[in-house]
């Protein structure tokens, strides 16, 4: 038997293997359940007791042998795998191009909004899409009959009258107002929520962006170059803008901002309905009540406040017809946006 194993342990380590196959089936022969040293070890129990402890040995070095050698075979073969394939790179295929997303496009113009503002000392606040009673409305000098409050309009929390998704962003206005000093020079991009139904033209969630100044001696002429400067960054160098009187509980006086229509360039198309004329955002100059509301002592103290759609501003930007568009995720439509912002 010592013979046999001493032979045995040479043919291992002469073995020569060609591929990973011949490794596995050299451990399989010697190894494996059926193999040769579950055989050896059977037999060895019929080995006289002399002998046990040399055979024992003998025995232990091929089973050792048996497994080094496939380990050693298993992780040269390994090892060529890996290199085979690195040499196998052919370095003049092209690349394998990753297709890129886009920005949606109410967020590249947010951006740019924002961009446009903070170049002039205007710096981007936050506030909650889940207001109460008094930051979107109370504050801001709504009367407690006005129709925006009425469930027709809003959306309450659980019926809670005084918890609501907020219906605009002057909201933020109010927060900022009652938690900074004046100068406040800020813009607030958020999603408001309205209970409207849904058309080409109208969507129950939408985008805001709300402009606040406050400082000594902020006038209407401030507020109306302030707003010229935007219209020409946004629209381009030509556009006008005109100011029509309007009405917001919180501003006084209120207006409307139009800019020229830049389809058209001021003639007259069916974007602008033959005016030349587009409207893009409310403004005016902040009602006295509110800035008291806020604790900003409105003797001190004036401020303009302006509000603008961003879904209706993008609309006129890039010709969008219907802001469904906008929430659908078709990507034939937003992979036609491509922007710096
Ligand atoms: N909050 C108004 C709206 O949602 C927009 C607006 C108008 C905001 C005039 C203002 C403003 O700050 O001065 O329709």
Redesign the pocket.
Known sequence: MKQKIESLISNVNSFIAENADHAEQLRLKYLGKKGILNDLFVEFKNVPAEQRKEVGLLLNDLKNNVQDKVNTLKEKFEQGKSENKKESIDLSLPVDYKVLGTRHPISIVRNEIVSIFSKIGFVVSEGPEIENDWHNFSALNFPPEHPARDMQDTFFIEKNPDIALR????SV?VRVMEGSKPPIRTISPGR?FRNEAISARAHCIFH?V???YIDKDVSFADLKQTLLYFAKEMFGEKTQIRLRPSY?P??EP?AEMDVSCNICGGKGCNVCKYTGWLEI????MVDPNVLENCGIDSKEYTGF???MGVERITMLKYSVKDLRLYFENDLRFLNQFESAY
């Open positions: 219906t605009h962003t002057s206005q408001v805001q709300e402009g606040l917001f919180f501003t209120s955002l409310g403004c005016g406040a302006f509000g």
